[in-house]
């Protein structure tokens, strides 16, 4: 398996609080991503990007926010949880012209 | 823009019956087209993948061709097992061939 780590795994938290998952690789790839999963919508790209302080938005960035300060950390923040943030994050990582590898994912609950 | 259309689950088998799973997108330029698989609780892995026009992608008994006339990519196997349930997922790759876009995957249910 590719070395990437998600944390928290699950989480629980209010409407209005702002919650930050972290993604961790240990393979010192160059690109990486932050997707949500719903049902009836598959995987939708939020945010990426393709090296230290650079980031690019994706389909669904609206409410979320990112930031790369070393290669191996891809954080995502919600500044201001709401309940339609309810969903299964999954971060994943490449090279160029690679397929991407994917984290076993992050089960937010937003009450 | 791009987009990637993939059959309504979920999709029930008995063991070693024959699978196929359509998969159709729409794309500018020539992507590259994917096969990821999800088992329940965990992440995506992929399955398959094929970079250009009639290229043949397979893997574990599963298989896929590049049909740019037809602009397909249909996922298909001769015997399935039990432990090939799961939700497949048909991806095309997008943003100068960084990024990926997913259709909305297919549940697979295999019995004994």
């Known amino acids: 398996d590719a070395g990437i780590t998600q944390s928290p795994r699950h989480k629980v938290t209010e409407t209005g609080t702002p919650v930050t998952l972290r993604c961790h690789q240990t393979e010192n790839h160059r690109y990486m991503y932050w997707y949500r999963q719903d049902p009836g919508h598959g995987l939708r790209l939020i945010h990426y990007?393709?090296?230290?302080?650079?980031?690019d938005k994706g389909e669904v960035s609206d409410g979320y926010s990112v930031s790369r300060s070393k290669t191996e950390d891809f954080l995502l923040t919600l500044e201001s949880a709401t309940s339609s943030q309810t969903s299964v994050y999954f971060c994943?990582?490449?090279?160029?012209?690679?397929?991407?590898?994917f984290g076993d994912g992050t089960r937010l609950s937003i009450l | 823009g791009n987009s990637v259309t993939q059959m309504e689950g979920p999709v029930t088998l008995s063991e070693e019956a024959f699978l196929t799973i359509n998969c159709t997108y729409t794309a500018t330029g020539y992507p590259s087209l994917f096969w990821y698989v999800q088992y329940p609780g965990e992440g995506l892995q992929l399955l398959l993948k094929?970079?250009?026009?009639?290229d043949k992608g397979s893997n574990k008994g599963f298989e896929a061709t590049y049909r740019k006339e037809t602009t397909s990519f249909h996922l298909e196997k001769g015997s399935v097992q039990v432990s090939d349930s799961a939700v497949y997922f048909c991806?095309?790759?997008?943003?100068?061939?960084?990024?990926?876009?997913f259709g909305k995957g297919t549940t697979l249910s295999v019995s004994s």
């Open positions: 994943a990582i490449s090279v160029p012209n690679q397929p991407q590898h």
């Open positions: 094929a970079t250009k026009a009639d």
């Open positions: 991806a095309l790759s997008d943003k100068g061939g960084t990024a990926l876009i």
């Open positions: 990007s393709y090296g230290v302080k650079d980031t």
